[in-house]
């Protein structure tokens, strides 16, 4: 059996990357990525938990977190195509001083 301090190091290390990818990105999709990348290391780090404190309540917030994930991704992934049409960039930088 896994031990848990491996799923909470992968969790760790997957989050790590994904405040890199939020921080580092310029392009929306990719931020959308990293952001999805951190959502899924807390659920790691919430299944582990609850696997070894043999309690239910941890899988029960991972389906909550994911709901969540997926209705980001749903509107956010909507709103970069309505934005791409009306600019024809993703790129932060330049939607950064959008005007009119």
Do not use: C, P
Not at 2 to 22: E, K, N, P, T
Not at 81 to 98: C, P, Y
């Amino acid at each position: 059996m896994v031990q848990i301090d491996y799923f909470i190091i992968l969790s760790a290390i997957l989050f790590i990357l994904g405040a890199m990818g939020v921080l580092m990105r310029r392009n929306a999709i990719l931020l959308f990525m990293s952001v999805e990348l951190m959502l899924n290391a807390g659920n790691l780090a919430l299944v582990a938990f609850a696997r070894h404190w043999n309690v239910m309540e941890g899988h029960l917030f991972v389906f909550f977190v994911i709901a969540v994930a997926a209705s980001e991704v749903a509107i956010g992934l909507a709103l970069i195509v309505a934005i791409f049409r009306t600019k024809n960039s993703i790129n932060i930088d330049e939607l950064h001083q959008m005007e009119g």
